[in-house]
């Protein structure tokens, strides 16, 4: 039995089974704690292409219940008097690749789409003095860091702009952007204060590649984690943020580290699409508010999530220069000084 026969499987007979919306996960109710509900909050999967074990997790159960989640085998089916079909799950030969590789889904192709202009001289520059780093083109690409749009999608031989010809030309020239995780959905950063029409004169700018693709609004540095251990998860607001996090706070560090920004999206939906798209066993959330979020908004968010984590902190720059405390993490090494909570 295959994975998608599993699937099916599952849809036929877990109580209030449904499929979720990015078709690789079932949605059903709890066998441990039977929320009374017509939706259900256990999501099982991923059912995709790869040889990863098949996962639970309900996000009703309390964080103390260590049914909660984890792998679907008899014992998990056992809960709803089911058997396992076939042998699915009881192959003690079974070989399962634990490691799976986050933020890295193609639609785009971002290679060879940076060229030696003065243009692109000026805006990786720009990156490197605000983030106190010296990365190369290359370094863009695997970051999944574009420069300009309009060379982006022409480079891809899309020529049909889901935005006005001359909006993109705008966008190209004025502002450089990320690919999200499924490199259909962009965030464009603009690079100059005055100068441009109201339509584009706007400090972020999301852009959708195409209607026929779901556009995940969330930036990853792409990465692989092994499910079946502890992964730490870093959830800032933007992703000049996410990546100032990732060079200058955790130097780097990709050992079990998830790194995450919301285009416009709050913590808690970063938080969602993670372990509803990539169900792990353990998850440590290290969140990193703007200066701007108040510490009551901050406590708003951890009592929502605290739920689906085993452990959650939060990190605030506490650097002051020039008699005001920084904004946020998108700022050079020097210029970070990290408080933290363990909630």
């Not at 809960?79 to 699915?88: A, E, N, S, V």
């Not at 863009?140 to 031989?157: C, M, P, T, W």
């Amino acid at each position: 039995m295959d994975k998608e026969e599993l699937k099916q499987f599952l849809l036929n007979n877990l109580p209030l089974a449904r499929e979720a919306k990015s078709g690789e996960q079932v949605v059903c109710q709890c066998a441990v704690c039977s929320t009374p509900d017509t939706k259900g909050h256990c999501y099982i999967g991923p059912f995709d292409d790869t040889d990863s074990p098949i996962m639970y997790n309900c996000f009703r159960c309390d964080p103390t219940e260590e049914r909660r989640k984890g792998v679907v085998n008899q014992e998990f089916l056992n809960r709803y008097q089911l058997w396992m079909p076939g042998d699915y799950g009881n192959n003690p030969n079974r070989s399962y690749i634990k490691k799976k590789r986050i933020g890295n889904r193609q639609v785009l192709d971002i290679a060879n789409t940076i060229e030696d202009t003065r243009e692109n001289q000026l805006k990786l520059q720009y990156i490197n003095k605000r983030l106190g780093l010296q990365l190369s083109y290359q370094d863009l690409v695997g970051l999944k860091i574009f420069l300009n749009l309009q060379y982006l999608l022409n480079s891809n031989n899309i020529h049909t702009y889901s935005r006005d010809a001359n909006i993109i030309h705008l966008l190209g020239s004025n502002f450089l952007g990320v690919l999200g995780v499924n490199n259909n959905m962009l965030s464009l950063r603009r690079l100059i204060e005055t100068g441009l029409p109201n339509t584009v004169n706007k400090k972020y700018i999301n852009y959708v590649v195409t209607d026929k693709i779901d556009a995940e609004k969330f930036y990853m540095v792409p990465n692989s984690v092994d499910m079946m251990k502890p992964v730490h998860i870093h959830i800032a607001e933007g992703f000049f943020d996410i990546l100032g996090i990732f060079f200058n706070v955790m130097n780097c560090n990709t050992e079990q580290n998830l790194y995450i920004a919301g285009f416009g999206k709050s913590y808690e939906e970063s938080l969602k699409f993670l372990v509803c798209n990539f169900p792990m066993l353990y998850t440590v959330v290290h969140l990193y508010p703007d200066l701007d979020v108040t510490d009551y908004v901050v406590r708003g968010i951890c009592n929502n999530i605290q739920p689906v984590v085993n452990e959650l902190y939060i990190h605030r720059n506490m650097y002051r220069g020039d008699g005001k405390q920084e904004k946020d993490f998108g700022v050079p090494r020097e210029k970070i000084i990290t408080s933290t909570l363990k909630i």
